[in-house]
Nanobody, 123 residues
Framework: QVQLVESGGGLVQAGGSLRLSCAASGLTFSSAAMAWFRQAPGKEREFVAGSNRIGGNRYYRDSVKGRFTISRDNAKNTVYLQMNSLKPDDTAVYYC????????????????WGQGTQVTVSS
């Protein structure tokens, strides 16, 4: 079965960096467009960053442009999210997901999700 397992979350001070990883199994990763979403307490889950199958096309929400970078290593079946200049507003549970089809910005377009990893940014 398909599994997406996130790791790399933690507690960091504002201005710091974290790199999240999402290891995929049970699917043809090189054929999968992938994305990161996040959900803060009391808020809806929101799109953060997305990558097409080979990483040539990347998409970001405006608030993370210039600070976050999505990348992937198809040989390792892993997608990453490098997060720099972190802010308290970035505090959330971060999820990776596989795009089934449709808009990359819409969570309804994704069919497989990881369990999430907590990122907490202190001020």
């Amino acid at each position: 079965q398909v599994q997406l397992v996130e790791s790399g979350g933690g507690l960091v001070q504002a201005g710091g960096s974290l790199r999240l990883s999402c290891a995929a199994s049970g699917l043809t990763f090189s054929s999968a467009a992938m994305a990161w979403f996040r959900q803060a307490p009391g808020k809806e889950r929101e799109f953060v960053a997305g990558s097409n199958r080979i990483g040539g096309n990347r998409y970001y929400r405006d608030s993370v442009k210039g600070r976050f970078t999505i990348s992937r290593d198809n040989a390792k079946n892993t997608v990453y999210l490098q997060m720099n200049s972190l802010k308290p507003d970035d505090t959330a549970v971060y999820y990776c997901a596989r795009l089934r089809g449709g808009s990359v910005y819409d969570e309804k377009s994704y069919d497989y999700w990881g369990q999430g990893t907590q990122v907490t940014v202190s001020s």
